[in-house]
């Protein structure tokens, strides 16, 4: 910086940037041209790609792991994480497939799904808020936990034969192309959305995220909010449980094998800090559609899956870098 | 760049697409999907899968697979493979139901579905290929270890557990032909219940009950290693030969040393290979899945379906030091 700069008053803006300028700069915009390159990629890649069934077909690779996403954006927003979300799946899957050899009913079938993600969720919480232990050593041991359980009751047998009005959830389409799950999946990103952006809670979620003693002192019940976005994620594990049990139409210990990783980089690549305090659901939306659009893309042009955790991990880098990369090559340092 | 430039171009790409879908519409489309991908035992068929299609000249093979041994995974796969349209689809499935109305979405479009290794519920496919049968099993313990004995002499079984089904069904397969080998005695049956240190004990016993033992039959991937080991340890390498059901990776060392002289197990590569002629048959209309219908396999001769079209494809392969080290690293 030279003198004659130095000397000069420092510029304060006295509002923040023009609506305009900050679309162009937000990361949302930059995600929804990854996704426009991608869809395009993907229509000049394989002649099958822009087929009407094929796409709704690809939409169930992300939807149920999407509607965890969201639950999980806000707890990462709140600056924790739920790392146990698959294991969670897999017990619910389980208990509501025990249940189903005691004759439940498509009812009773969703009431467990619900109740065992939330009763889980109330586990990792409690032991979050109420013994302050670090929510990734938490999980870690419950993601162990809640599938090892799984495990003990299922072995390597299955529970299968659920009732065909309970398959509706997985396979069930509302119109035309237009499956239930991903009506599901957008209604739930609206309400993700309005509850994160537009109300009290939301600020607070934020807020916690930023600093939870200014947010303490400010009033918020740090505890509590935290508490609720625990219930959330196990609330949204259960439904997660719900859909793909259906889809699947049996259970084994091994469902939804390593989804939390998905479900946390689908959150990530959205734009939301793994630190806390930033991020949207609009993010994490179109992090969706871009992780469904590759996996299916890739999986058009028979590509390994092992190649596609690869394409995805370089996708979650490159995205993540590029912006500290530009600021870099401006600035020539480093945020 | 001129216009004439960019749509003499665009019209280049667009005949070389054309070209290249043209050409894949001839080729008959085979997918063979893996439980996994990174199986060596997967990897195997895959070889063998394109051994056929190069013999077949007009066939192509699509081998892919999950990364993990999931359901979800897998229908995600299937889903693909429906959206390209391929010919046919050969699946071993992670889980019998699961995949169920994903491939029967596969057929309802028109392609091909069989199931191969592990099956699928029967109205999730047209056929199933099991690698082979209980009678065929049966009937290959006992050949093994009869054709080492030219003289005749005592075996012994051991098993896993009393109550295995398997074991139990490939026991009772080779006493109902025992009387072809007049000259051979089964002595007595144990049971090692799986368990490595509870079959090397048994095997022990049989040792010390039966000095005069030829051969211990093994239908167990655990219970062989076990015995082998005990045969060598217990200095009897050379009198008494140990055979049965074992893995190529497991048996390599008594294969080498000498206490087992040849064992057997089905054979990816011809697994693969069988697969890949059922569906390309099945998928041009050469030959239609139905209880009692023949169908071709190339070298491994013909399949033949039951009432739950399913087939066996052959004998247990046998596994001797002529061809261990080429499959140890396999599976």
Redesign the interface.
Known sequence: MSIAEGTRPRHVPDRLASRPARILRSWELLLTVIAILIFLANTQA????L?PW?LS??T??FTEKAMIAFAMALLIIAGEIDLSVAGIIALASTAMGWALQYGAGMPVLVLIGLGVGLVCGAFNGLLVTRLGLPSIVVTIGTMSLFRGISYIVLGDQ?F?GYPSDFAFFG?GYVFWVISFELVLFAVLAVIYGVVLHATNFGRQIYAIGNNATAATFSGIRVARVKMILFLLTGLMSGIAAIC?TA????T?P?????WELEVVTMVVLGGVSILGGAGSILGVVIAALIMGMV??GL??L?V???V??IFIGALLIGVIALPRLIRLVRTGKAA | MSITRRIAIATGVAAA?MGT?AMAQDNVRIALVAKS??NGFFEAAARGAEEAAEELGNAEI?Y??????????Q???I??L????VDAIAISA??P??V??ALQKAMQRGITVISWDSGVAPEGREMHLAPSSDELIGQTIIKLAADKLPDGGKVAVLSATSTSTNQNTWIAEMEKVMDQYPDIELVATVYGDDLADKSYRETQGLLQSYPDLDAIIAPTSVGIVAAAQAVQDAGKTGEVNVTGLGLPSEMAGAIESGASQSFAIWNPVDLGYATAMLAYNLATDEAKAEPGAEIGMGRMGTATLDDDNQAAMSEPFTYDASNIDEFKSVF
Request: zero cysteines.
């Open positions: 394989s002649p099958y790609f087929d094929n077909d690809a169930f690779n299955a299968n396979r793909l889809r699947l139409g049996s084994r091994s469902i939804a094998f390593a996996t299916f999986g058009l028979n390994p899956g092992i596609m955790s | 697409l879908t991908l990174g699509i892919t697979g999950p990364t993990s041994t999931t359901a979800e995974g229908i995600e796969v889903n693909s429906v959206a390209q349209r992670n889980d139901d699961a169920v109305p």
